[in-house]
């Protein structure tokens, strides 16, 4: 399909109809999630991000009559997935009218692909609602696969099913030492085939104790006989503007030791959070996860609804000497 387009840089007076393009795509997603949160001020927190996105970031908006159909733009990373520098588009950093919204990627890509790698960031990652099937298709056609899922529930009680002898308790700050090595585990967890993410090196104390006191943030653990099985913890802030409002919680955190996932133990922890997040308010629980997690990705399936994934393409750098 041919379309009379003008392909320009972004400005900010794109912004409220940027806005608008992500809102289209999000009430789109909201079809197959009916639970997913909205209100009116979700527009203008929208303009907001995407504002500073026009202002710091880099792409190129498609115009037609004056108006904006479509943009892409995203985020410099110094090093993303790896040492390469590269570009982050967000849940909010690109959009097109639904009916173009093919031909629009296809030809956006096109030109910011060109900029990007002309400055040497050879990693584009990008967000997409997780239900556009023919946009993902269209990603996944263009050389993108997949790396991270987002994924949300409603705060209700698990039917309770649980082992006598296995204690979860929410921790405070004294609790923080007996919970060492499960954060230890948990970051070499990461490092195994087949996920292979570098950890950074930190003393697991420091960084809990350091996390906890942080507004808002919350950690459960799980205790049998004064050994300590996993913890999950949550907090308000996470990695999509979805995550951002004020009736979601936001999992950042779970681990449970290999021999007591057949327990149910996991389950435990989850269920001990939704009973704190319906007492405090929170209708929403969201967790994002890497795709290639295997073991935590069949966790949160059975639990949670993907309502984005992120896609990663690696340009082979050589073609920049």
Known sequence: MKLEIQFCQLNEKYVNAAADLVMSAYMEEKTEIPFLPYEKEQLYFLRKLIKNLFDDGTGIAA??????????????????????????????????????RRVLYQELYTRTAEIWVRNACFTHALTF?????????????????????????????????????????????LDIPALA???????????NSPVFMPRRNEDPVQYLTDWLKKDNHHLWAAYQGGKTLGYMRIQPEAETFVSEHRDVMNITGAYVLESE????????????????????????????????????????????????????????????I
């Open 63 to 100: 115009v037609r009559d004056e108006e904006l159909i479509g943009f892409i733009a995203g985020f410099k990373v110094k090093e993303l997935f790896g040492k390469c520098k590269g570009i982050y588009s967000p849940l909010y950093g690109h959009g097109g009218e639904k009916e173009y």
């Open 129 to 173: 609602f997780a239900h556009d099937t023919e946009t993902i298709d269209l990603w996944f056609r263009q050389g993108f696969g997949l790396r991270c899922v987002d994924s949300i529930c409603e705060s209700k009680r698990i039917p309770a099913n649980n082992p006598s002898d296995i204690i979860i308790r929410k921790v405070d700050v």
């Open 181 to 191: 090595d499960i954060h230890r585990q948990h970051n070499m967890y990461y490092e």
């Open 261 to 320: 996932r057949k327990a149910g133990t996991g389950t435990m922890l989850l269920g001990a959070v939704k009973e704190w997040l319906l007492q405090n308010g929170y209708t929403l629980c969201g967790v994002d996860f890497e795709s290639i997690n295997i073991t935590g990705g069949r966790f949160w399936n059975k639990h949670f609804v993907p309502y984005a994934y992120s896609m990663v393409r690696r340009i082979d750098e050589r073609i920049s």
